[in-house]
């Protein structure tokens, strides 16, 4: 008598087929941090995924927009540090403290990562925007601003990567 399919058996014989069609295509080693990220992050980033169709990012003409928008985002988060968690998320995030904002900016970077092995153009657009709202919210937790980073990054603006880094303390 043949076995009625359950939902366990049909999502455990789903993933296995995907799982070797992803190892036959050279995808992710199945053992890599990338790897144990995707499986651990999977639940949330595929029910997201199937609610939502694909969307293309538009391109915006020169000039339309600049990297002040991160100025911009950086004082909103600013100003949600101390309210009422329960009317803001960056404001929830940070009444955490500090290691659940760190947790979160790693989360959506290993995200980033992984939509970038697997050549995902438009997903990639979308979490690199998460990254760099959890940096800001990491930012503002640190009490680090934009103006100090930027300044930075002027700093070693003009000087080979390798030079930078050969110039570091060694620790």
């Not at 939902?7 to 036959?24: G, I």
């Not at 595929?46 to 990012?57: L, N, P, V």
């Not at 947790?103 to 959506?108: A, P, R």
């Not at 990254?131 to 603006?157: F, K, M």
Request: net charge positive.
């Amino acid at each position: 008598m043949a076995k009625t399919p359950t939902k366990k058996n049909v999502t455990k014989d789903t993933t296995a087929k995907k799982q070797r069609a992803a190892n036959k295509s050279g995808a992710v080693p199945k053992n890599s941090i990338i790897a144990t990220a995707l499986k651990d992050g999977q639940a949330k980033k595929s029910s997201r995924r199937q609610t939502a169709t694909k969307t293309d990012f538009p391109m915006p003409e020169i000039g339309q927009i600049d990297a002040s928008v991160l100025d911009r985002l950086f004082d909103v988060v600013l100003s949600r540090r101390g309210m009422d968690p329960s009317t803001s998320h960056s404001a929830r995030l940070m009444s955490r403290g500090t290691s659940k904002v760190a947790q979160k900016f790693g989360e959506e970077a290993v995200e980033c990562l992984i939509e970038a092995v697997a050549g995902r153009t438009q997903e990639l657009i979308g979490e690199s925007a998460d990254v760099l709202y959890h940096l800001i919210v990491l930012w503002v937790d640190a009490g680090v601003t934009p103006a100090q980073v930027w300044a930075e990054l002027q700093r070693r603006e003009g000087t080979s990567g390798i030079a930078e880094k050969a110039s570091r303390p060694r620790q």
